[in-house]
């Protein structure tokens, strides 16, 4: 298995370009989410998808969308970057949450910056 | 709302030495609790998960344990090795919300 991809690994990109970052798990996980990292703030959520055709907003969801039509796939989209995405993007995957206590598997990440 | 703090936020340890990696969190209501293990420019690494139920979790060197009611965890890293050195982050999940909250790690290096 390979787990949990993301591309691209870096990205540059103009004020007000729109791009989408790719994820990809191979392990019928149906929870995905994406994190962003950030010094001094930790990762945040910011949007996941509990299964295909399903998804909800994390804690910072603004200028980003998101949609599921597989389980496979969960993609990312900037609509108008601004310098403040500038950040380390995660994927991340699990089986579910709650009491099954499902663990949960992070992909290598893409850094993005944001001119 | 959950805040997770991690302390110390870096270590500096010599080789061999048994040492402690302190977790707290301010909401007792998780379903569970995992720690990761982060190297420079690459993505998490789950070590250990502990559910609510649990007491403590071991995988080889590493031992983490779990006191919910107090709000308390700690990663346990016997015999380091320069290996182990890396940021180590916990992230109880919220039993109210479903999501992983994360800390801001902390920063450990074994010297040889």
């Known amino acids: 298995n390979a787990g949990v991809t993301q591309t691209p690994k870096f990205q540059v990109l103009k004020t007000g370009q729109s791009m989408t970052l790719q994820c990809a798990q191979d392990?019928?996980?149906?929870?995905m989410s994406w994190y962003r990292q950030d010094p001094g703030m930790g990762l945040r959520l910011i949007h996941y998808?509990?299964?295909?055709?399903?998804?909800d907003q994390g804690e910072v969801p603004n200028g980003y969308n998101v949609s599921r039509s597989t389980t496979e796939d969960f993609p990312l989209r900037l609509l108008s970057a601004a310098p403040s995405q500038t950040s380390v993007y995660f994927c991340?995957?699990?089986?579910?949450?709650?009491?099954?206590?499902?663990?949960?598997?992070f992909g290598p990440g893409t850094r993005l910056t944001v001119l | 709302k959950q805040e997770v703090t991690q302390i110390p936020a870096a270590l500096s340890v010599p080789e061999g030495e048994n040492l402690v990696l302190n977790c707290s969190f301010t909401?007792?209501?998780?379903?569970?609790l995992q720690w990761f293990r982060q190297d420079p420019g690459k993505g998490l690494t789950s070590l250990l998960l502990?559910?609510?139920?649990?007491r403590e979790q071991t995988s080889g060197r590493l031992n983490a344990s779990l006191d919910k009611s107090s709000g308390r965890s700690t990663l346990y890293i016997a015999a380091s090795q320069p290996g182990d050195s890396a940021t180590y982050l916990c992230a109880p999940e919220s039993s109210n919300t479903g999501k992983l909250i994360f800390g801001q790690g902390t920063t450990l290096q074994v010297k040889p």
């Open positions: 991340a995957s699990s089986y579910g949450t709650g009491i099954l206590g499902n663990e949960q598997f």
């Open positions: 502990i559910q609510s139920s649990q």
């Open positions: 998808s509990v299964g295909a055709g399903i998804t």
């Open positions: 392990m019928n996980h149906e929870y």
């Open positions: 909401d007792s209501a998780i379903y569970n």
